[in-house]
């Protein structure tokens, strides 16, 4: 046991509290931005006269020297500290001595911790928007191959009306797309440095915090004190937007393993993202579209972890906040590698075009348009809906789709239909007809791939 706060106490702590208390083991997991926002402090304090330059540059020398070594793999992280913040100020006394012990001038743990976890989880909404952008440029492509592909498209999960793959995508498209954008709007509220709230109430040194801020790239320093080292609603604001994310991931997943089933044959699944069972030796399972299905839940689990844990907490620092970081880290860590994973499983999978098509046919999705093929001959529609209810009856006495019937049992329903029925009622009419901004149509989707392709360039 190494601690910072000896003074005042006349015991030695309990192993089993100490244990308890420590945050060592998960946050040694931010020790670059501990030793950035240590060496933006000390310059800072170099800069308005609370240390001289020699010292500073003692300090950011040690401090860079730690950093290097550490991840070089020459020093070990121990659990002899409590913390990351303990275990760097000590290596830096035990490098250059005396002045290190001035490295805290000026700070508590309390801002350190609050700057540190912004600054991970800046970083990491940084990478977590590349590993968006580039899923959702692997769906653009998809779309722009699939503009023509033709597949049913579900309400209560029945056939409902004849899509195309490239619209489907294109729902989650959308969805990724305001994911993204989601991203963005947290990192710029959260980006105001917390540095030099001191444990609550600001310092008595003259610290230049505007200084700190623009060396560690935030827009600005946070402007009270007690929220600074209390506010962990860019946490809360971060893991609602990465579950959103796992929301959309599992439903991608559910129906890709839907389609991957042997009822539907839409797809296969690449082999290299398949597993076998260790009994039935025909099988082929898609564990990954499970996995990423299943860890959607412990994204929500951390979500509601951190609510329940900040909603009782009085104004300002409390060691329950430490609770923030495990939590959170695992669903960065767990959302990165699912939209990795589910990335590549998409990207080599095959898709069975001839399936869906028939499926689509097989399933009356052009039953609308039948009824409104009688509609504009002046049918009424809902005369025109009994008929064609009664058409697909006889299909499924028949056991056909209704592009099957002759244009005599047709006629025996309603005289009204004529020999331009089944144009009006083929994939590629019941398609091409829907060219609304935002319906399936060649023309409509066209717009949208352009507008996507313009918004792709614009993220870069
Ligand atoms: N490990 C602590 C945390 O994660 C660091 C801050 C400790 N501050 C304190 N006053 N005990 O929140």
């Not at 989601?182 to 709230?197: H, Q, S, V």
């Not at 001839?354 to 046919?361: I, P, Y």
């Not at 006889?394 to 244009?407: F, G, H, R, T």
Request: negative net charge; glycine residues 6%; proline residues 3%.
């Amino acid at each position: 046991m190494a601690q910072l706060w000896g003074g005042r106490f006349t015991k030695e702590t309990d192993q089993l509290v100490y244990n308890f208390n420590a945050s060592i083991s998960f946050d040694q997991k931010f020790y670059r931005q501990d030793i950035c926002g240590s060496i933006a402090h000390v310059t800072m304090l170099a800069s308005v006269g609370v240390l001289t330059d020699d010292e500073k540059d003692q300090i950011i020398d040690g401090l860079n020297s730690i950093l290097k070594d550490i991840e070089n793999g020459n020093i070990e992280i121990t659990s002899k500290y409590e913390d990351i913040h303990s275990f760097v100020e000590a290596n830096l006394i035990d490098r250059i001595g005396d002045v290190g012990k001035k490295l805290h001038t000026g700070r508590s743990r309390n801002d350190q911790v609050a700057l540190d976890m912004k600054l991970y989880t800046r970083d990491e909404i940084v990478e977590i928007k590349e590993l968006v952008k580039e899923l959702m440029m692997t769906l653009h492509q998809m779309m722009k191959d699939n503009i023509d592909a033709f597949m049913p498209g579900f309400t209560h999960l029945q056939k409902a009306q004849p899509v195309t793959l490239a619209h489907h995508i294109g729902a989650y498209m959308e969805m990724f797309k305001r994911d993204y954008s989601r991203l963005c709007d947290i990192y710029e509220r959260m980006n105001y440095c917390p540095l030099g709230a001191g444990a609550l109430a600001g310092t008595t040194y003259p610290l230049d915090r505007e200084q700190t801020a623009k060396l560690l790239d935030f827009y600005g320093p946070t402007l009270n004190s007690m929220d600074s080292v209390s506010d962990r609603d860019y946490v809360i604001e971060l893991l609602s937007a990465l579950s959103t994310i796992m929301m959309h991931l599992s439903r991608f997943c559910e129906e890709i393993i839907l389609w991957n089933s042997n009822e539907y044959q839409f797809v296969s699944i690449d082999d290299g993202f398949s597993t076998g069972s260790s009994i039935m030796p025909q099988k082929k399972n898609p564990d990954i579209a499970e996995l990423v299905r299943g860890k959607t839940g412990r994204v929500y689990g951390a979500l509601t972890s951190i609510l329940t844990t900040m909603k009782g907490i009085p104004l300002a620092y409390n060691k329950d906040m430490q609770e923030d970081k495990e939590l959170t880290f695992d669903a960065i860590d767990t959302v990165k590698g699912c939209i990795s994973l589910f990335h590549g499983m998409i990207k080599t999978m095959t898709f069975h075009y001839d399936r869906m098509e028939a499926s689509a046919k097989h399933g009356f999705t052009n039953a609308t348009d039948a009824a409104d093929y009688l509609v504009n001959h002046g049918v009424p529609f809902r005369d025109a809906h009994g008929i064609v209810g009664q058409l697909v009856l006889l299909c499924i006495e028949k056991n056909i789709p209704l592009d099957d019937l002759s244009l005599e049992e047709y006629k025996k329903i309603s005289p009204v239909f004529e020999e331009d029925i089944y144009e009006a009622i083929s994939m590629q009419t019941c398609v091409e007809k829907r060219n609304t901004i935002g319906a399936p149509g060649h023309a409509a989707m066209e717009k949208v791939l352009e507008a996507n392709e313009a918004y792709l360039q614009s993220l870069n």
